[in-house]
């Protein structure tokens, strides 16, 4: 164990200021575990990159912040304990970090395994992490807390809660925003991903079936033949949240959306190779325009309101009772019902491929 004899001073790594320590002095130590500071530590400070030669598992505490800004920490397994932020670059396989009061960010290089992740227990505050892939052994998420996990080239896996509404995989606030990505590979917490939140950002190589309460979404599935499934418990609106245009994007597959118990809110491009699927037990309807390219399939139990300057782009079938339809090109009609009133308008041709009723 290296520490401060006096509480709360510095500790800084790569240096010989405050308490300092220099990769030349750390590798003169062969040890299974490396402990550096304690509770009672001022702040921890990586000023150059370093990585034990004998060391397999280091240890960082504080009770202030661990930061290492552009430098990276390299050693097999790391384990850091603050009483703030925790902000670093490592290359390591095994990691773990727990922030008694602040953020915690990791930028990894490879494949990691974050085998406990707490930011702030009790208080709204946010984990993002980004590596070559992700499996979270364990976490601690409450509240408002904001989750980033990006896998640059792997899948991420999460821990199974069960995808149920009693004990979701994430189950987080009504201010909180989650986002999942891994464009090179897929995510998964058993055969169904659970999710309540307030926000819900989800990119993925491969297909996805989702259990979520959540307000916003916004979904990309870039795999050959891989399909995206939601089944939301209450409202929702599919909408555009990272600024990339897209709401919902399907590259080689269908869309289905489901919403058990409230309206859905159409906004922004969604679009699919596949069908498209909208079904809400209550109501169709929207905010802003929304260009819809794909063929789409949409019910509702109550009214299919879209008003704005909307462009559907291929055939749209629709079951609702007061249906209403703008779009600025030409609308295509496949099979549709509406038990109440009908209104289509269109600034192109108005055509019917299907029966309505």
């Known amino acids: 164990t290296l520490k401060q004899k006096t509480?709360?001073?510095?500790?800084?790594?790569?240096?010989?200021t405050s308490l300092g320590l220099l990769e030349t002095e750390i590798d003169t130590i062969t040890a299974n575990i490396l402990q550096i500071g304690d509770t009672n530590s001022g702040a921890i400070t990586i000023s150059s990159s370093f990585g034990p030669d004998n060391v397999n598992t280091l240890n960082l505490t504080s009770g202030s912040t661990i930061l290492s800004g552009i430098n990276i920490i390299a050693v097999d397994t790391l384990n850091m304990n603050a009483g703030a932020k925790?902000?670093?670059?490592?290359?390591?396989s095994n990691i773990s970090a727990i922030s008694a009061a602040g953020n915690i960010i990791i930028d990894n290089t490879?494949?990691?395994?974050?085998?406990?992740?707490?930011?702030?227990?009790g208080s709204d505050f946010s984990l993002f992490i980004e590596s070559d892939s992700i499996t979270v052994i364990g976490w601690t998420l409450d509240g408002n807390d904001d989750v980033t996990l990006i896998a640059t080239s792997g899948d991420i896996t999460i821990p199974d809660g069960g995808g149920s509404t009693a004990s979701d995989d994430i189950n987080l606030g009504t201010g909180s925003r989650i986002r999942l990505e891994a464009l090179l590979g897929g995510i998964a917490a058993g055969s169904v991903i659970g999710i309540t939140g307030e926000e819900l950002i989800i990119k993925s190589n491969?297909?996805?079936?989702?259990?979520?309460?959540?307000?916003?979404?916004?979904?990309?599935?870039?795999?050959?033949?891989?399909?995206l499934d939601i089944r939301e418990k209450n409202g929702l609106s599919i909408e555009d949240l990272d600024g990339d245009d897209n709401a919902m994007?399907?590259?080689?597959?269908?869309?289905?959306?489901?919403?058990?118990?409230?309206?859905?809110?159409?906004?922004?491009t969604i679009q699919a190779s596949g069908q498209i699927s909208l079904l809400a037990t209550v109501n169709i309807s929207q905010i802003n325009p929304v260009i819809i390219n794909g063929i789409t399939d949409m019910e509702a139990s109550g009214n299919i309101i879209l008003n704005e300057d909307n462009d559907f782009v291929s055939t749209l079938s629709?079951?609702?009772?007061?249906?209403?339809?703008?779009?600025?090109?030409?609308?295509?009609?496949?099979?549709?019902?509406?038990s109440g009133t009908l209104g289509v308008t269109a600034e192109g041709s108005i055509t019917d491929s299907g029966a309505i009723t």
């Open 7 to 16: 509480d709360e001073r510095p500790i800084n790594i790569g240096t010989d």
């Open 86 to 92: 925790i902000d670093v670059d490592t290359a390591v």
């Open 110 to 121: 490879g494949d990691l395994t974050v085998s406990n992740a707490i930011p702030s227990a």
């Open 206 to 227: 491969s297909s996805q079936f989702l259990v979520t309460s959540v307000a916003k979404i916004d979904a990309e599935i870039t795999g050959a033949g891989s399909n």
């Open 249 to 268: 994007k399907v590259e080689s597959g269908y869309i289905s959306v489901e919403v058990s118990a409230g309206n859905l809110y159409l906004e922004d």
């Open 318 to 338: 629709f079951e609702g009772s007061n249906v209403s339809l703008v779009d600025i090109n030409d609308i295509d009609l496949g099979n549709s019902s509406a």
